[in-house]
């Protein structure tokens, strides 16, 4: 899949953060940034919930042939292992 996922979502000092995921070549690639700067962190862990998020939107992407089984698999697979981690 060459196309990110983003959603946008609320923090507890009530800015809003938008997360990108790339899922492509047997890897997931996380990025986080708060709405209104130029750069992307990619050393922030995601979260259960960004993971759980994650797969619902894989689930409806792959449901509408936009993803592959591959990918969705993999994000999956990933979901279980990460299941309760939380940075």
Do not use: C
Not at 10 to 32: D, H, I, M, S
């Amino acid at each position: 899949m060459q196309n990110p996922i983003n959603w946008f979502e609320r923090l507890e000092n009530g800015a809003k953060r938008e997360v990108q995921v790339t899922v492509a070549r047997q890897k997931v690639v996380w990025a986080f940034r708060i709405l209104g700067e130029d750069n992307w962190e990619k050393n922030t862990q995601p979260t259960a919930e960004h993971w759980d998020a994650l797969l619902q939107k894989m689930k409806d992407r792959y449901q509408r042939r936009r993803a592959t089984e591959l990918d969705f698999r993999l994000v999956s697979r990933l979901h279980k292992s990460h299941r309760g981690v939380s940075p």
